[in-house]
């Protein structure tokens, strides 16, 4: 079971990223997915998930009508598309599952079982 985050960058205030998760080992609509990130000196936040079965999406209040979050079960792919990037946006982004069974998300990061390794993402003011 392995989850790859990628599409992370240097990118300027303003612009926008598609930040991939490719899973693998498992199938990927059976549990939850999430993005977060964690920025230097700072805990580790809960940005979007995805549920299991119907895939709700569910966002933090802090970036709800910039983030997108969307599920590709053919190419086993979660993204994470972000827009009206700001420099305070600039974090390690990670996704992670969730093998609960549960049929809705959570973005508390301590629910989560498995990690991918993150993609920095970098924005210049």
């Known amino acids: 079971v392995q989850l790859q985050a990628s599409g992370g960058g240097l990118v300027q205030t303003g612009g926008s990223l598609n930040l991939s998760c490719a899973a693998s080992g498992f199938t990927l609509d059976y549990y939850a997915i999430g993005w977060f990130r964690q920025a230097p000196g700072k805990e580790r936040e809960g940005l979007s998930c995805i549920s299991r079965g119907d895939g709700r999406a569910y966002y933090a209040e802090s970036v709800k009508g910039r983030f997108t979050i969307s599920r590709d079960n053919a190419e086993k792919r979660v993204y994470l598309f972000i827009n009206s990037l700001k420099p305070e946006d600039s974090a390690i982004y990670y996704c992670?599952?969730?093998?609960?069974?549960?049929?809705?998300?959570?973005?508390?990061?301590?629910?989560?079982?498995?990690w991918g390794q993150g993609t920095q993402v970098t924005v210049s003011s």
């Open positions: 992670a599952a969730d093998f609960r069974r549960d049929p809705y998300c959570r973005l508390d990061w301590r629910f989560y079982n498995r």
